[in-house]
């Protein structure tokens, strides 16, 4: 697929490179409920429309692609707004990041159809560089065709792959358009302090200190 899509972007082929930036990426950006500008990270940022436009609405934002030819392409659009632009491969979080600048700092990452043309054995290496790059409270939002064995293009990837690879580390939104998906990064679990662990020597607590078990919170009573 890298040789087929290099070869489309140097002869000016580029029918899913859309004008306007995508709904669901507008309610983030412009909605009720819109982000702050922040930093922004654009993986797989073609011809950089989206780049652009975040950059256009206050975004900080690094654009990156491993075609030469379409950030060659996205970098002679002249567009409001600053827009760092880098060949890299997505899968490889020191190339998207080599300087560490975005590490742990980037609150918006978008994805609109890169993952899904990923070889399903380095989707992992996405999944870490979306992960580290993350600052708490990031929103992650992918476009992605569902998955399908044959036919010209990407191979797909389905929502139950996608959330199986943020596991442990993101938590889906709400669900939006067919082939869109959100995620917000979970909060980091702490490693037990020196005060938390307990001590092997204290008393075992009797099943009666331990409190009534109707005390305790139904699960289905908990929101999430």
Known sequence: MRRTYRTLYRLGIVPWDQPGAPAPLVGIVEGPTALPPAQALDLGCGTGRQAHYLAAHGWSVTAVDYAPEA????????????????????TEPGAVDPDG?????????LDNGCLH??????????????STLAAPGAVLLVRAAPRRRRGIGPRGIDESEIT??????????????????SYALLPATPLPSQDTVA???APAVEAADRGDPGDLVDPGEVEG
């Open 71 to 90: 950030i060659a392409t996205a970098r002679r659009s002249h567009a409001p707004g600053h827009v760092v632009w880098r060949v890299a491969d997505v």
């Open 101 to 109: 600048r975005l590490a742990g700092a980037t609150s918006l990452l």
């Open 117 to 130: 043309g990923v070889p399903v054995g380095r989707r992992t290496g996405w999944a870490t560089t979306v």
């Open 164 to 181: 199986a690879l943020l596991a442990h580390r993101w938590r889906p939104l709400v669900a939006l358009e067919s082939t869109w998906f």
């Open 199 to 201: 001590d092997p020597t």
